[in-house]
């Protein structure tokens, strides 16, 4: 009766370290995706600056 008992104990155990590695997972996934985000957004205005940058140096060159 105990190898029964330490078998489902040790399911059981086996289960709850899954359950809270799949919660550590999704958590940086989540993390992970934001900081993806951040990115972009930066990426973004750097290169609506660079734009802005490179037409008033157009018009720089026009003037001249």
């Known amino acids: 009766m105990f ?5 489902v104990a040790v399911g059981f155990l086996g289960l709850a370290v899954l359950g809270v590695l799949a919660v550590r997972v999704f958590l940086e ?5 934001q900081q993806v985000a951040d ?3 930066r990426i973004n205005r750097a290169a609506e600056d660079l734009e802005r940058s490179a037409a008033s140096a157009a018009r720089a060159v026009d003037a001249l």
């Not at 190898?3 to 078998?7: E, V």
């Not at 996934?29 to 995706?33: D, F, P, Q, S, V």
Request: charged residues 25%; hydrophobic residues 55%.
């Open 3 to 7: 190898w029964p008992m330490f078998a």
């Open 29 to 33: 996934a989540r993390r992970l995706g």
């Open 39 to 41: 990115s972009a957004r």
